[in-house]
């Protein structure tokens, strides 16, 4: 991989699908077509200052163990506070076969910024 800096190492997992970025305008028609799974990873301290949104599923509640047995078809979406510790666990999914997996850009603070400003932003 090329990058400004120069050559770097990319690792590919053998089967590891592409993950799909999706903006807060997107993940809204997404919810609104109740057509994909909203997987909150914020940590517990993280979560008090803008509650889940009222689809989502928190990770740290229900496990990992229980959401990777979701059939590996299920089409993800992972959130955070800012859209990067989503992304880690969007591509540990793909990583474990999961097919369909996109991360919100910008996260909980796009989504109260751009959707919902009754959403603290933090």
């Given amino acids: 991989m090329s990058t400004v800096q120069g050559d770097g190492l990319n690792l590919q997992f053998p089967g590891a699908q ?3 970025s999706l ?3 997107q993940l809204k028609a997404r919810l609104a077509a109740n057509d994909i ?3 909150d990873v ?3 301290h993280g979560r008090p200052q803008a509650t889940p949104l009222l689809q989502a599923r928190v990770l740290e509640d229900e496990g990992y163990e229980n959401l ?3 059939p590996k078809d299920t089409p993800l ?3 955070c506070h800012h859209g990067i510790s989503s992304r880690g666990m969007a591509e540990r999914f793909a990583a474990h076969g999961f ?3 996109h991360n919100v850009e910008g996260g909980m603070d796009a ?3 751009e959707v919902d400003s009754s959403v603290p932003r933090y």
């Fill in 68 to 70: 990777a047995a979701l």
């Fill in 18 to 20: 592409e993950i799909g």
């Fill in 23 to 25: 903006s807060v305008q």
């Fill in 37 to 39: 799974t909203l997987i």
């Fill in 111 to 113: 989504w109260a910024a």
């Fill in 99 to 101: 097919s369909d997996v």
């Fill in 77 to 79: 979406v992972f959130i």
């Fill in 42 to 44: 914020r940590p517990a």
